[in-house]
C-alpha cells in the first residue's frame, strides 16, 4: 500500500513540475507588458522634463535679455535671438515667432518699477507620440525680471 501511495505521489510531483514549467511562462507572459509600460512611462516623463527645462531656460534667458537690453527692444528682436533653439525630445511643439507660444509682455509696477515678464507655451505634438492621451496638452514656462535702470 505504501509503494502504491509513494507512486503515486511520485507522478503527481512530476506533474506539477511540468505544470510549473507553464505557470512561468504564464505570469512572464501577464508581467512583462506591465514592466515595458513603466519603464516607457519613465522615458517619456524624462522627455517632457527635458522639453520643460528648455522652455525655462528660453523664458529666463529671454526675461533677463529684455530686462537689460534699451527700451526701445521689440518682442519680435527678443523672440528673433530664439530662432534655432528646438525642443530636445520634440514631444511638443513650439513656434518662436508665435506671439501665442512666446509672449513679451514690459509692465509697470505699482512703485513705479518696470517689470518684463515672459511666458512660452508649447502644445503636445500628436503627430509623433503614442502616449498622447495621457501626457499634458501644454507645457507652459514664465520668468518675470525687474528692467534695469536705462
Not at 49 to 70: G, H, K, N, Q
Not at 85 to 92: N, Q, V
Not at 139 to 150: I, V
Request: proline content about 3%; hydrophobic content about 50%.
Amino acid at each position: 500500500m505504501a509503494r502504491v501511495l509513494f507512486s503515486l505521489f511520485k507522478k503527481w510531483c512530476d506533474l506539477m513540475k511540468q505544470w510549473q514549467k507553464g505557470q512561468s511562462i504564464v505570469e512572464l507572459a501577464f508581467v512583462l507588458p506591465m514592466f515595458l509600460l513603466f519603464f516607457l512611462g519613465i522615458a517619456y516623463l524624462g522627455m517632457i522634463f527635458a522639453d520643460y527645462l528648455t522652455l525655462s531656460e528660453i523664458a529666463r534667458d529671454s526675461a533677463r535679455y529684455a530686462a537689460v537690453m534699451p527700451a526701445d527692444t521689440t518682442a519680435a528682436q527678443i523672440r528673433g535671438r530664439y530662432s534655432d533653439r528646438k525642443l530636445p525630445a520634440s514631444l511638443y511643439k513650439w513656434d518662436y515667432s508665435s506671439g501665442a507660444d512666446f509672449a513679451v509682455v514690459l509692465d509697470q509696477g505699482a512703485a513705479g518699477d518696470k517689470f518684463v515678464e515672459v511666458t512660452l507655451k508649447a502644445e503636445i505634438n500628436n503627430n509623433q507620440n503614442v502616449f498622447s492621451l495621457v501626457l499634458p496638452a501644454e507645457l507652459s514656462a514664465s520668468c518675470k525680471m525687474r528692467r534695469e535702470a536705462q
